[in-house]
Each structure stands twice: as C-alpha cells, then as structure tokens.
C-alpha cells in the first residue's frame, strides 16, 4: 500500500472516531436534558405537595417542559397562589419559561395576565397587560441582571361583590432592571403615558407623565435575602428621577432614607424645564397650595426656563425651596 493509500485510511479512521465523540456527547446531552426535565416536574410537584401541607394551595396548572434538542421550555396554562391562613391570594395567566442551548445563563420567560392579586389591608386588585416579558443574565451567586418590560400595563380593583371596579392607572410601557452592586442593588426603569386616575389619589388630578429613573437601594442584597417587608430603616440614593408632562420636566437626584419611625428624610436637588408648565401641574395635584406654589413658582420664573432648588424632606414634611408642599405620612 502506498503512502498516497493510507492517508485518505487515516483521514477515514479520524473521522469515524469523530463522529463516535459526536454521538457519545449528544447522547449525554440528551441523557442530561430529559434528566432536568423530570426533576422539573418531580420537584414542581414536591414543592406543591409541601405547600399544600402547610394550609397553602398552589399550582403551575399543565406544566410541560418540551424545546429538546435546541431548548429547554417549561409551560403552564396558569399560575395559582392562596393562603387561607393569611388571606393571602394570586393568580395570573398562562407562563412561559424559554433557556437556548445556545444561550443557557440568559433564560426569558413571558407571563399573561390578568394578575389578581387578595392581601389583607388592600383592596383586591386585577393588573392586566398586552405583553410582558422577563429577561434574566445568571451568574454565581447573583445574576447580573433581571429586567422586566410590559407593554399596555393597566390596574383596577377586583371587587369580590357586584360593585364596579375602580380603575387605577394606564401606561403605554414599563420598563426596569435590577442588578447587583457590590452588596447594594441598582435599578435603571422608565414608563410612559402613565396616567394615575384622580380616585386613586384622593381625588388629585395628574395630566400623563412619562418618567425614568435610575437609583440604588443601600444594602440591598442582604434585604432580598432577608425578604424585608418593611421600608423602615431603609435608604436609596436616586441618581437620577425624571418625570415630565408636554413642557414640564422635574429631575430630582440625591439620598432619601426612612428612619426607625417611619419618618421620611430627604435632601434632594431638583431641576425643573418650564417652570409656569410644572406650577399649573402642581396647584392643579394640590390645591390647598395653590396660592403659595404660584406665587413660589412666579419668582422661579425670573431665574430663567431651567432652574433648580433643593427639595427637602425633614420628618415627613416637604418643602421645595421655601415652598411648603406638605407632609408624608410615616411608612410602614
């Protein structure tokens, strides 16, 4: 056999080695995804069993895991959360959960509404939307990110009895990311067309506003793992929180806290474009200071279409500049 004979041998020989490694690895592959498939159901029932133990009824109604061999997919026709004990209750639509081979630390999931929400102290309330979809960067031991964007977001009552709904609010899109920094947690977000129905807030009246923001809670690692339900003791430090309606533009930044007594403090630096534009919003949202806002506001004017002042916060009580704008309740 000549030398010009045994290369295409060898070239044969590698080739079918190849194609053995190939095949070994794909059905490793296989093997492994149809073993997380099965976990997947076994644990989502395992976790509803042990759910249902404590007084606690929950369930993921259908669930399909399917997408083999570019995919992993896990679907349910609905989602379902109630707890009689605490009188606690949530539900929504159909939720689809999508990780690309090509792709697996950046899983997007979809949810449908309606979002029927029952908590003691709150009204039951029914959030509804066109899209809304998740999107997620995984990393060890936190995600680099976790973002959220909804498209026709709207909220109203969900009365239990025949009373009619009260509608809350309407946005044209919502948007927002969360990712960690260090031990605190950063979160960039933006809306517009939000429009918040006067009932909603005691009857004060607000044109449509869009909005964005970019702040970091202090801590906030620790508090999600800890699942802090109160906001006392809490601090944010807003970068950046623009809200604008036609002409009128307010651009608030600088460090807000919530002491041990519920107590909002505040030392803020607010921006505002088209200073006559913001005061009509203004005395139109609070009427009980029309006169103090215009009379503030008319002398801002004199500083020109974009000045700014310090927004104060001392123990609830509001001021922007000299101009009292009120008091915030303590927070729970």
């Keep these: 056999m000549t030398s010009s004979d045994e290369r295409p041998s060898k070239f044969r020989h590698r080739l079918m080695w190849l194609a053995a490694l190939v095949v070994m690895l794909f059905g490793a592959y296989s ?15 395992k976790a509803v069993a042990s759910l249902k133990d404590k007084g606690i009824e929950a369930g993921c109604a259908n669930l399909t895991v399917s997408g083999y061999p570019l995919r992993f997919a896990i679907s349910c026709d609905n989602l379902a959360y109630e707890d009689d004990a605490r009188n606690v209750a949530a539900s929504a639509g159909s939720f689809n959960f999508v990780a690309e081979l090509i792709r697996p630390l950046s899983p997007a999931a979809e949810l449908r509404g309606p979002l029927r929400t029952s908590v003691p102290g709150m009204a039951p309330l029914w959030i509804d939307w066109d899209n809304l979809q998740v999107n997620a960067k995984l990393s060890w031991p936190l995600p680099r990110s976790i973002s959220l964007q909804a498209e026709s977001l709207s909220g109203q009552t969900d009365p239990a009895d025949d009373t009619d709904p009260v509608s809350l609010f309407s946005a044209g899109t919502a948007a927002g990311e969360l990712r960690p920094d260090g031990q605190d947690i950063g979160y960039v977000g933006s809306f517009t067309d939000l429009e918040i129905d006067a009932d909603a807030i005691g009857g004060r009246v607000l044109p449509p506003l869009d909005g964005s923001g970019d702040a970091t809670l ?63 919003i203004l005395a139109t949202a609070i009427p009980e200071q029309k006169s103090q806002i215009e009379q503030g506001f008319a002398g801002l004017a004199l500083l020109g279409n974009e000045p700014s002042m310090p927004l104060k916060v001392v123990k609830g009580k509001v001021s922007l500049g000299f101009i009292p704008l009120g008091k915030i309740k303590p927070l729970d």
């Design 218 to 280: 202090k801590n906030g690692v620790a508090l999600m793992k800890t699942q802090a339900r109160s906001l006392r003791g809490q601090a944010v430090g807003i970068h950046k929180l623009d809200l604008s309606s036609g002409t009128a533009r307010i651009t608030v930044s600088g460090p807000v806290s919530v002491d041990a007594n519920g107590q909002v403090n505040a030392d803020l630096t607010i921006k505002l474009q088209d200073p006559k534009a913001v005061a009509a």
């Design 31 to 45: 093997a492994v995804w149809f073993y997380v498939a099965g976990r997947v159901s076994s644990e989502a029932d």
